[in-house]
């Protein structure tokens, strides 16, 4: 796929070239770029390993590169498999082990269909694109983490109803896509002893919750 770039916090980034996903993709990266992550802290946090579901270009990394400069070791994974081809070319530019990993992360049974119109412009299904099967990732499988960003279109609570490794998480921040899932989502965060993050607004739908000695 063409690409174009952009700037971001570390400098040049790569998304897709052509018509409407190009102007979507931009819109999404920008926001990432622009601050919706940010939160009050005194200091960079000292974590290591970020697990990002739902990656799409990466632009969550690229920031999170500039955020947690002592970042070093990344799990990248997206359905969308042309978006983890231009993923690829922007962990390249990063000094940062990354692996990339195409796949859906859910407790549904296979064989899974979703519509990708919401993150990259188009209308088919996974499974109508090129005959290709997207593959599944349950969330009880999900590594251990320092960070865990999670942006995959409704299925957030899902994903923390299952994840092993909440405890040890430090910082977590997730888009929430269905609104009978903001109390449920935080009631999970609290009781792994979590609490939100400073210096956000309680209407936004992008949350970031930090544990209580995540600055130590």
Same mark, same amino acid.
């Given at each position: 796929?063409?690409?174009?770039?952009?700037?971001?916090?570390?400098? +040049?980034?790569?998304?897709?070239?052509?018509?409407?996903?190009?102007?979507?993709?931009?819109? =999404?990266?920008?926001?990432?770029?622009?601050?919706?992550?940010?939160?009050?802290?005194?200091?960079?946090?000292?974590?290591?390993?970020?697990?990002?579901?739902?990656?799409? =270009?990466?632009?969550?990394?690229?920031?999170?590169?500039?955020?947690?400069?002592?970042?070093?070791?990344?799990?990248?994974?997206?359905?969308?498999?042309?978006?983890?081809?231009?993923?690829?070319?922007? =962990?390249?530019?990063?000094?940062?082990?990354?692996?990339?990993?195409?796949?859906?992360?859910?407790?549904?049974?296979?064989?899974?269909?979703?519509?990708?119109?919401?993150?990259?412009?188009?209308?088919?299904?996974?499974?109508?694109?090129?005959?290709?099967?997207?593959?599944?990732?349950?969330? +009880?499988?999900?590594?251990? =983490?320092?960070?865990?960003?999670?942006?995959?279109?409704?299925?957030?609570?899902?994903?923390?109803?299952?994840?092993?490794?909440?405890?040890?998480?430090?910082?977590?921040?997730?888009?929430?896509?269905?609104?009978?899932?903001?109390?449920?989502?935080?009631?999970?965060?609290?009781?792994?002893?979590?609490?939100?993050?400073?210096?956000?607004?309680?209407?936004?739908?992008?949350?970031?919750?930090?544990?209580?000695?995540? +600055? +130590?």
């Amino acid at each position: 796929m063409k690409t174009r770039t952009i700037y971001g916090p570390l400098g +040049s980034f790569h998304i897709p070239a052509d018509g409407e996903v190009s102007r979507h993709s931009e819109a =999404c990266c920008m926001g990432v770029f622009n601050g919706e992550y940010l939160y009050e802290r005194d200091r960079p946090e000292t974590v290591r390993y970020l697990l990002d579901l739902g990656c799409n =270009c990466g632009a969550f990394l690229h920031w999170a590169k500039w955020w947690w400069p002592a970042l070093k070791h990344a799990h990248l994974i997206d359905p969308n498999i042309e978006a983890l081809g231009i993923c690829d070319l922007n =962990c390249e530019a990063l000094d940062i082990i990354s692996t990339v990993e195409w796949a859906a992360v859910t407790s549904a049974p296979m064989p899974i269909y979703f519509k990708v119109i919401d993150n990259w412009g188009g209308s088919k299904t996974m499974n109508e694109m090129d005959g290709m099967t997207v593959l599944r990732v349950l969330p +009880s499988d999900l590594p251990p =983490c320092d960070v865990l960003k999670i942006d995959t279109e409704g299925t957030e609570l899902e994903i923390l109803s299952d994840y092993p490794h909440l405890h040890s998480v430090q910082i977590l921040l997730y888009e929430y896509h269905n609104a009978e899932y903001k109390d449920p989502l935080a009631k999970i965060c609290r009781d792994s002893g979590m609490v939100p993050a400073p210096g956000r607004s309680e209407e936004s739908w992008v949350k970031v919750w930090i544990r209580n000695d995540s +600055s +130590s």
